[in-house]
């Protein structure tokens, strides 16, 4: 059976909704508009985000408050280094009451999964989530399970600190649709954050904010469904390939984006549109999520490395060298 058509919503109505989550976020936690963003666009395109910050810059808060305005069930994970596949999946144990194994789910199981220093955990462990995130279905002993419709994965990992980490994989680091660099906040963010929370030195309850819901399972699923009709012009689709392409041209890149890269940053696109009011995208979305869906994506040359060369300075470079369509 086929499933039943969704009907789309209005892009004022999504508005109204995003404005009432970004009020709600406000209560908890200050500044951070740029991650704040990057979550709403991997909510609305179906992507994840990957974190990369210093300790204590309220990722984790941010995280909760998310789920908890968007009545998303969340389960958090702190990858370590002796974190085994079945601690993320689960795992059949023996019930000896009635012979039989039975699945005790892991922490996957969930709709917003926070992977807490995800690089602090070996590739083996690392792996467990790449068909959660590809196709939200988890294979345990040969049976596959299906995760929530709303599953969304975001990551952490601190940029300062490389003793006892793991590089993440390439295979791992293509399923992410973002990767937001996580800055300092303003001298008078900083000065609201301590009037809010100095009170306490422990992560402040959610309880104490009187947080209202602003959307539930089934809203996300119709406002998916309007950011997938909102229109990309013809040019702007050669517009999208021919950045991507242009990343495995470059003479400082050995490894430029995959296709999917396309796809990716032609779904945020839209995302983004549809946050800021349009039923179609302009030049500047594509612009303004270059840098965080392909900073990940690409690999330097060693050269390049040695040279001090960034990946965001490449990739500016790129934006620049390809003419946008009027």
Do not use: W
């Not at 974190?51 to 810059?57: A, D, H, S, V």
């Not at 988890?138 to 490389?162: C, K, M, R, W, Y």
């Not at 999208?240 to 032609?266: C, F, K, Q, Y």
């Not at 779904?267 to 009011?277: F, H, M, N």
């Amino acid at each position: 059976m086929s499933a039943e058509p969704v009907e789309p919503m209005e892009v004022v109505e999504i508005q109204r909704i995003v404005e009432r989550l970004k009020a709600m976020i406000r209560m908890v936690v200050i500044g951070q508009t740029g991650v704040v963003e990057a979550l709403m666009i991997a909510l609305l395109a179906e992507g994840h985000v990957l974190l990369e910050g210093p300790p204590g810059m309220a990722k984790t808060l941010l995280a909760r408050t998310f789920a908890r305005c968007l009545s998303m069930g969340f389960n958090r994970i702190q990858f370590t280094p002796d974190l085994m596949p079945g601690d993320v999946t689960g795992t059949n144990l023996f019930d000896f009451r009635t012979s039989q194994f039975k699945l005790t789910r892991g922490p996957i199981f969930t709709d917003f999964l926070l992977a807490d220093e995800i690089n602090r955990t070996p590739p083996k462990t690392q792996s467990a989530l790449l068909q959660a995130m590809q196709e939200r279905l988890v294979t345990i002993d040969g049976t596959t399970h299906e995760l929530s419709d709303g599953f969304l994965v975001v990551a952490t990992q601190n940029p300062i600190e490389q003793e006892g980490t793991y590089p993440l994989p390439e295979a791992q680091l293509d399923r992410f649709l973002l990767k937001v660099e996580v800055g300092y906040p303003s001298r008078d963010e900083e000065r609201k954050i301590v009037q809010l929370h100095g009170n306490r030195t422990a992560m402040p309850h959610l309880d104490t904010f009187q947080l209202q819901p602003v959307a539930d399972l089934e809203t996300l699923t119709r406002i998916r469904a309007t950011v997938q009709r909102v229109r990309l012009s013809e040019e702007l689709v050669d517009y999208v390939v021919d950045l991507i392409r242009a990343t495995r041209e470059h003479p400082a890149v050995t490894h430029g984006a995959s296709p999917r890269a396309a796809n990716m940053l032609a779904s945020a696109s839209r995302a983004v549109a549809t946050l800021r009011g349009r039923d179609f995208v302009i030049p500047d979305d594509i612009k303004h999520l270059f840098l965080p869906t392909l900073r990940h994506r690409i690999v330097l040359a060693p050269g390049a490395e040695v040279e001090g060369i960034t990946p965001d300075a490449t990739l500016t470079a790129i934006l620049g060298a390809i003419p946008a369509p009027r």
